[in-house]
């Protein structure tokens, strides 16, 4: 079975060619288009890799961050996709333990091998 | 040449056309796409000298007695005519290849290369046409009509139409018709303007200074019977004595570089002679090197009639009229001849029409998804789509305001055929060449779309207001690129990037109630990387100085880009839809 990555994006157009991508890219994804069904989800699952918008509704990328490096204590790695602009939250998600980030528009080829980075660290 | 010797050739071209279909042009540099050019002239110059150079054969055939050389004349118009027909399927498809190539992704050098294919290939359509014109009319397939007109109307429409070509030139043009000449005259007008138009716009392509003077004098009268002299002088380059003889040979330019200096095929003067001659007159040509060229054909006409020509053709238009019946109406003229393309965007232009002329049935289709288009004039005979095809096109299109709008078909002949033929495609109606402007006019106004107040509700949405154009673009290229190719999913993506469009649309609509600037700033910012991900970089700019209006709290001013986005936005769509529906085709 390939890694699992969480996808959260509340984008259904990004979300839909990056999970199409992933996939292709031999991962098995989980998508989520909203905070609280990422907390729901982390509370049972853990996946290899978690891929996050930085803006979603409910609950941010940020506090997504938050959630699970000091309430679940897991080093899972994350990838925060943020938009041009937003550098100051870019900087508060690392210094929260994010440990990529992407800008939009977000290429799929780009992120693939962000991704792919990021678990062969591990 | 035997048969199967042209069934052999005929092989090799096809097998042409499939190689040039399967090459790969990314792969050209810019040596090899000049080789290729100059491989590709090579060819078409020694096709022509073989074929159509009567010179090259003269040896063996000066030999033979005359009857010999007559049936040999005979079957090589039939070849020629068979040759040429050929030649236009694998030629079509090489023109046609290189178009859907030049709508690909290109670097600039190559999209310089695939412009030179299309510029050779485009050249060798029209050498091909101009053969086939010229073997009908010499091989008897032409017939001469014999109707009264007015000759002064006839040459001053013609000479009009000469003015449209000069451009920027101080070339003055002439007209002198002697008092002597009748007014009306019974015979074929239009091959008449054919003739003059040739040998004006011959004279046009070689001077750059002085004149060009069309004189008409009566040279023999008998009774009702008159010989006209028509005579074409002008100041251009001229044509030295040794070539003068040769001028009126199929297939000849008075020099070799010729073609490299003023283009065009050759076959005009031997179009025109034979139209000349087929009608008992005569052709003459004086020139004298760097002075100028003189060319003088004479005709027999009859004295015409004119009670004979229909009351409508002898009311004067008046402008005026024509203008408050047709200010504003949108034609599309799809007509492939230049020299009509120029005349009737003239005539239409002065009666306040907005035409649109030059239009292949893509870029056609793709004005008609963004303007109200009141009218279709269709030329029937096209090379490439024909005007039958190009209409059915027209009819199947799944958008009813493109579908529906009328479509006046025209040609210079009509058969029976044909009549059925517009019926069941569903053209509305016809005009057969030459039209005066009137028999135009109350075509037009007959046929031409009433309008509707819902349609035109409809496209208030769609009225062009500022610089409309960068914000109507997208390039579906990168992101098919990014689904692998896999159409279906470009799909999926392309029916979400529609929904986050509405769902912004009314996001902004009930946020603007409450003067919600931060709302509608989320909104913004949820959107721009959907423009960014179809290369809409017009409206992803828009989005963005939204957004940024939204934060400087500029409630004006955010009201204002989205009126502009609401206005913007369908066309885009279009563009979008057609892209799409390209995409999906291939």
Known sequence: MGKRVLLADDDQLLASLLNFRLKKGGYDVHHSSNGKEVKEYLKTEMPDIIVSDIMMPYFSGIELIDFVRNELKSNTPIIIISSAGNEQNVLSAFELGANDFITKPVSPTELLVRVAREINKI | MSISKTTDLLDQLSQLERSVSEFSFEELSVDEAKELKNSFNTFKSSLECQIFDPNQNSDSLKKEPLM???????????????????????????IGFANLLKEEKLTSSQQKKVEAIQFASNTLLKLINEVLDYSKISSGNTSFESIDFKLHGLLNDVMFLCE??????????????DKSVPKVIKGDPSKLSQVILNLVGNSIKFVNQGFIKLGVFVKEVNENDYVLEFSVTDTGIGISKEKINSIFERYSQADNDTYLKYGGTGLGLSITKEIIEKQNGEIVINSVV??????????????GDVNNISVEKTKNLDIKEAKKLLEGTEIMVFEDNLMNQHLILEQLTKWGCNVHTNVTLEKGLAILATKKVDLILMDLKMPNLNGFEVSK???LNENPLIRNIPIVA?????????????????????????????DLMSIIVKNKRENNPNEEFGLILQKQMIEPKETTIVDLNSLLKDCFGELEMLNELIKLFKTNVLEFIGNVRIHLKTDNLVEIAFSAHKLKASFAMLKATGM???????EANCKANKLDKVKELYELFLNDYPLLENNLNIDLEILNKK
Do not use: M, W
């Not at chain 2, 000069?166 to 007209?175: A, H, N, P, R």
């Not at chain 2, 060229?293 to 004295?303: A, G, H, I, Q, R």
């Open chain 2, 540 to 546: 992803h700019n828009l989005i963005l100085e939204l």
């Open chain 2, 164 to 177: 449209t070509l000069l451009v920027d030139s101080q070339v003055e043009l002439i007209i002198d018709i």
């Open chain 2, 68 to 94: 010999v050389l007559d049936k040999q004349e005979v079957s090589q118009k039939e070849f020629i005519t068979h040759v040429s027909h050929e030649i236009r399927t694998p030629l079509n498809s090489i």
């Open chain 2, 393 to 395: 096109a027209i009819r």
């Open chain 2, 290 to 303: 760097s002075k100028g060229t003189t060319v003088s054909f004479t005709l027999p006409f009859s004295k």
């Open chain 2, 410 to 438: 025209f040609s210079a002949d009509f058969t029976e055929q044909d009549g059925k033929d517009c019926d069941s495609i569903g053209i509305n109606d016809f005009l057969l060449k030459p039209y005066t402007l009137n």
